[in-house]
């Protein structure tokens, strides 16, 4: 696609560049935001505003039209989100220095341009309100320095030929005798003090600044000329200082047609071995897979997504009224949509996919809930059922989001209205994670249920790794719960004796369903329910005060038989903490027909034991049920159950 770069001149702005172009993308135009006339710097939380005297040359020597626009706006919404999550709700924040970006691009947009290059690699803050931006302007975000392992990135700069040099340091151990070095010079530096302080090698604490003065795209090297040391600070911590650029010109220089660039590998080594180990189960067991056992029409009670099913609606029209139900349902409860945590849709065809996302995501504004999308058998004439998680913060730390929009190396943007994550107090939703790669969202080919299922596990692995990252709370992390949704029936088999195996941890209880369809026509889809591991408990030196601890969950796996052949099974894994902090996830199955007499007891063979019912329990994290597994009426949004319907197979 043709894309503009938004240019700081730093290292990773330039350096992005040379992955838009390894991965097919256009530069058509460069933008930048700067201080005003009379200032060379500003606080601001958003943009690296020092070495803006030479950003003119660093365009030019692109060859690219650059766009400019003076930062007027401050850093009003701090938070970890922007806008409002309510889809009536506000999109921009007044007098927030992110409205200038909006601006920027609005006048820079040219219908051709279709992606925005962002150099940003750990702040989530930067990329959460770039992403804003790009979605208000129907923009794709490329980001392929995202959640880059910081020490190889700095390798790969300088093995890429990128020349930059200090413009700026703010770090513990940078002074202004390191103004002016190149990366392959303060590489040493840099290494020692991540090992000595944790400092960012890449500067992403703000230890440093930088300006690029030549990369294989530039079709001119920068020559500084004349520079002046600018003291801000000098203490024996750390002193903060930048160089005024003062006078300096571009050099012809021979265009590099080809440049090499190491690109990360699309799996990482555990999950190489996942891929492997499908592989060989896929040729060992092929021929030992059963009959499908088919759930036929189940009679459970669900509340329907039509009011009146008679009445003929376009897909839009009944994806609304679904909507509108489940609004009304939370309104009953005195909540609004903000407080959807996690939504299942089931749709009768994956085609309808894109059709039911655009009005979909009219619902939600910033942050919207986790999700999963599948096709399933649904009565007819109902097209799409919703089944949605609700969750009421104490404050608004409570419930966090992972959104991440932008194309990258490290896991697939959305692909839908929804965020990878919710983290809702000490539990955390994963959006259903196809087997995608990440940097061009295609599925691999040719067709492959070893490395799809490989991909979406490692997807789901590198979600938590960010999220447990970026928390400060230092949990470990373990899954309650995994749902696998698998699209063809010779595949269970091996994603389930192969995932079942490779887990690591506590055991945790395993749902494996067999649907119609996955979005983008994929084999396999992984969904999962995480609990960071800590629990409310009574501090031992002071009874009266709550500390939180780390704890693992507990797994109990139980049946029960009954006299007619039926049996009910279960599995649940618990954390628990005193008092009322208790969290349980569970599975329960029940296979036989004397439990759920059939309308017509002559349609179903006596002698063939039949799945019939499962239920997906999660409770509330502040909330302990009085009994075990109350129904989703009596409790509706402290829990959810996902039912089966019709041609489910588990």
Known sequence: MKYLALLSGGKDSCFNLLHCAKNGHELVAAASLGPGAGKEELDSYLYQTVGQDAIELVARALDVPLFRRVITGNAVEQGSEYGSRDSKGATAVEGDETEDLLALLSEAHHPDVLGVSVGAILSNYQRVRVEHVCRRLGLTPLCYLWNRDQGELFNEMISAGMEAILIKVAGIGLTTEHLGKTLAEMQPTLVKLNQQYGAHICGEGGEYESLTLDCPLFKHRIILTEVETVIHSDNSFATVAFLRVKNAHLEVKVPVQNFELEIPEVLDDDFKTLRDAVDQSLQQTRAEIPEPIILEDLKIKAADS?????????????????????????????????????????????????????????????????????????????????????FVERSSTDRQALHVQGLSYWAPANIGPYSQAITTGERIFISGQIGLIPAQLVLPSPRSLATETALANQHVSRVIDVLRSTSGLGWSGHTQLAIYWLAEINNLLQVKSVTAASSEGPRVPNLYLVVKALPKDALVEKQVLVHTGRCAVLDEDEPDEIVMQSRPPKYDKHHTNFSDGSVLGWEVSSCYGDGEDFAAAAIICVKGGGLFEPSDAGARPPDVLRRQSFALRCHSPREAPSAPFKSHEEKPFSSTVLRTVSRCIV
């Open 306 to 390: 039509r009011q009146n099913p008679a009445v003929a609606l376009s897909i839009e029209e009944e994806v609304t009224e679904c909507f509108q139900l489940l609004e009304k349902r939370m309104n009953d409860h005195g909540l609004d949509m903000s407080k959807c945590t996690n939504i299942t849709v089931l749709l009768s065809d994956i085609d309808l996919f894109a059709r039911v996302n655009a009005v979909y995501a009219t619902f939600f504004g910033s942050s919207p809930p986790s999700r999963a999308c599948v096709a399933v058998d649904l009565p007819h004439p109902i097209r799409v059922r919703l089944d949605c998680t609700a």
